[in-house]
């Protein structure tokens, strides 16, 4: 009854997750799991995950089923609809969670309404792990606090250091938080499942958006920690080495970073300026970073003459790195994504023919799965007869390794 056509084996199959979100974070650890042969049963409520209906969708399509947000995230998972409110629909969710290998939610306290405290559920199902993302974490003074765009930008202390620096705090893009979240999520699940092959049971897991945010401070932490020195809004500049910045071209921008003293050298005689090597304003590092705006007025008008292409090819030869600013629709053409069959062809009954992100890592074994995401409870009627189709005595005292 998979959405995904049999093939070889996957590097996940055989694992069963359930999933039961409404954020970026929990879909995009479904969306993993999927893509790499897990079975990802999403558990609705009767009117859809709020997922479904995030802008923008398909014009001539039900928006409901055509949110292109939506699209992404559930690709390869198989859809169903409960009402936790009624007692038909907490039995069937027990059952579920009897075959299962886990849960992804970013929706416990629903969960816990509906009676499946994590307490009841690893009593009763022990080889259950159940993975519980939010923005702040269980415990402590704002695990009660609301999340929303910019929130946990702001408390991850990403704000503080991103923009220019004679401006405001500057937020990044929306849902990368969810994002780097989610395949926390996802190594933590993974981490529980390999958990269990030694000790025969499954354990919770949370995730917390804040969490994940301050872990990836270490090299500002860490310089803090041993000089004292606070990170600063540095604009499109990096503020150890320079230049390591971004210069306009005549259709955009590129990205250029000579990060060492032989790199520096070749930028220079690439563009005919090799006497800012022996300009006392230049001739160190930290002399260029003290001077960086009158260096830039040295060397931009070779790049503004320039397209993106013409400097990014004529650096790469000489081994500087280099590479244009790309937009969406740059991104989406991009030779070497291309090349490397990145964007994966999709047909959806209501949305269409589109394609997907593929995947962000590759096992020699064998390709991720590139399924379309589901329509409303378009499993019901296979999985619920699966599940009368079996005795559900001979499976929940089992801890077995799921299997709806």
């Not at 990403?158 to 780097?180: C, K, N, S, V």
């Not at 970073?289 to 400097?311: H, L, M, S």
Request: hydrophobic share 40%; proline share 8%; charged share 20%.
């Amino acid at each position: 009854m998979s959405l995904v056509a049999p093939g070889p084996a996957t590097a996940l199959q055989g694992l069963t997750i359930l999933e039961y979100s409404h954020g970026v974070a929990a879909a995009y650890c479904g969306r993993l799991l999927a893509m790499y042969g897990a079975r990802v049963v999403l558990v609705e409520p009767p009117d859809g995950s709020r997922l479904r209906r995030v802008p923008p969708a398909s014009g001539d399509g039900n928006p409901a089923e055509s949110g292109a947000l939506f699209l992404t995230l559930a690709a390869g998972k198989e859809s169903i609809t409960l009402d936790f409110d009624s007692k038909e629909g907490r039995a069937l969710l027990l059952d579920l969670c009897a075959r299962a290998d886990g849960i992804v939610t970013d929706s416990r306290e629903a969960l816990a309404a509906a009676g499946l405290h994590w307490d009841n559920l690893h009593e009763r199902f022990p080889q259950l792990s159940l993975v519980s993302v939010s923005p702040f974490g269980e415990s402590g003074p704002y695990s009660g606090f609301a999340d929303g765009p910019g929130v946990t930008y702001a408390l991850g202390g990403y704000t503080f250091i991103t923009g220019d620096p004679a401006r405001e705090p500057l937020g990044g893009p929306e849902h990368i938080p969810g994002y780097m979240t989610g395949v926390n999520a996802y190594v933590g699940l993974l981490s529980a499942v390999l958990a269990r092959g030694r000790s025969g049971r499954g354990q919770l897991v949370e995730v917390g958006t804040l969490e994940v945010l301050a872990s990836a401070h270490q090299w500002t932490m860490t310089r803090y920690a041993y000089s004292g020195h606070i990170q600063r809004r540095n604009g499109n500049r990096y503020d150890a080495l320079h230049p390591v910045t971004y210069y306009p071209c005549k259709d955009g921008t590129v990205a250029i970073s000579p990060s060492t003293p032989d790199q520096l050298e070749r930028m220079l005689l690439l563009i005919g300026r090799e006497d800012l090597l022996t300009d006392p304003r230049f001739a160190t590092n930290f002399a260029r970073i003290q001077n960086a705006d009158a260096f830039d007025e040295e060397v931009a008008p070779w790049f503004c003459e320039r397209t993106r292409d013409e400097v990014t090819e004529a650096c790469q030869e000489l081994r500087v790195p280099c590479a244009p600013a790309l937009e969406v629709d740059d991104l989406l053409a991009h030779e070497q994504l291309l090349a490397r069959g990145f964007w994966r062809p999709v047909s959806h009954p209501v949305a269409g023919d589109y394609h997907l992100p593929g995947p962000p890592f590759r096992l020699a074994t064998g390709d991720a799965q590139a399924g379309p995401a589901p329509l409303l409870g378009q499993h019901n009627k296979a999985i619920f007869a699966e599940l009368a189709a079996r005795d559900p005595r001979s499976v929940s005292s089992s801890p077995g390794t799921g299997g709806v």
